[in-house]
């Protein structure tokens, strides 16, 4: 498999429910990010990744927490969400070095929080 | 004032012609800059990206990039019906300290080419 894979590709859930979402990367890089996409609205960076350390929190509520076990996973996991959760979720990844360091995204997870 | 901005369009061109969409952005540190398709209920699919002033080329697309008046541009030569998509710019704000970057994205010009 190649590139980056996230699953599920869709996720109904009710507000008091637990959910993760997963992201796994098949390109050796050694950064992971999760964004959120909703309607109207630009890319949100949510959170990031490098050599598993978590090294950017964009204010994110603490109903989402994420998780990175290894450089090719990583994982969001969702509680007590709301409705304007809904929205698409996006994994990304990219190789840090110098110069130009472009992300690659994921298919993402199409959340509907009811 | 937005970091990046884009018109949302819908910017339509017909088949043959060339699509110019256009992005500015706030931060002068601004060191790399990106472009990407997104097809409707598809993610984002990187197509360009460029950090050094001057033009770059890959096929049909060529990425401009103004650091001077802090735009970039990008231009699709021979537009087809599977151009029309939203093009997403980003730029690339700052470096994160402990690693890994922080683009910021803007909201996208919507294409459209016509028959």
């Known amino acids: 498999e190649t590139g980056v894979t996230q699953t599920p590709r869709h996720l109904v859930m009710g507000m008091t429910n637990k959910k993760s979402l997963k992201c796994e990367q098949h390109?050796?890089?050694?950064?992971m990010y999760w964004y959120k996409q909703s309607a109207k609205k630009p890319l949100e960076l949510m959170f990031v990744y490098s050599l598993e350390e978590r090294v950017e929190n964009n204010s994110v509520p603490s109903r989402f927490s994420p998780e990175c076990p290894n450089s090719s996973h990583l994982f969001l996991h969702l509680h007590t969400l709301q409705p304007e959760d809904s929205a698409l979720y996006l994994c990304?990844?990219?190789?840090?070095?110098?110069?130009?360091?472009?992300?690659?995204f994921g298919p993402g997870t199409r959340l509907t929080v009811t | 004032q937005k970091e990046v901005e884009q018109n949302s369009g819908p910017l339509s061109v017909p088949e043959g012609a060339i699509a110019s969409l256009n992005c500015t952005y706030s931060?002068?540190?601004?060191?790399?800059f990106f472009w990407y398709r997104q097809y409707s209920g598809k993610s984002p699919e990187l197509i360009m990206f460029?950090?050094?002033?001057g033009d770059k080329e890959d096929g049909r697309f060529t990425a401009q990039l103004n650091k001077a008046s802090q735009y970039v541009s990008l231009l699709i030569r021979d537009s087809q019906p599977s151009d029309s998509a939203t093009y997403l710019c980003?730029?690339?704000?700052?470096?994160?300290?402990?690693?890994?970057?922080?683009?910021?994205f803007g909201t996208g010009t919507q294409l459209k080419v016509e028959l």
């Open positions: 390109l050796g890089h050694n950064a």
């Open positions: 931060d002068r540190g601004s060191q790399s």
């Open positions: 980003a730029v690339n704000i700052r470096k994160l300290t402990g690693g890994g970057n922080k683009l910021t």
């Open positions: 460029i950090y050094s002033n």
């Open positions: 990304a990844s990219s190789q840090d070095r110098v110069g130009a360091n472009e992300q690659y």
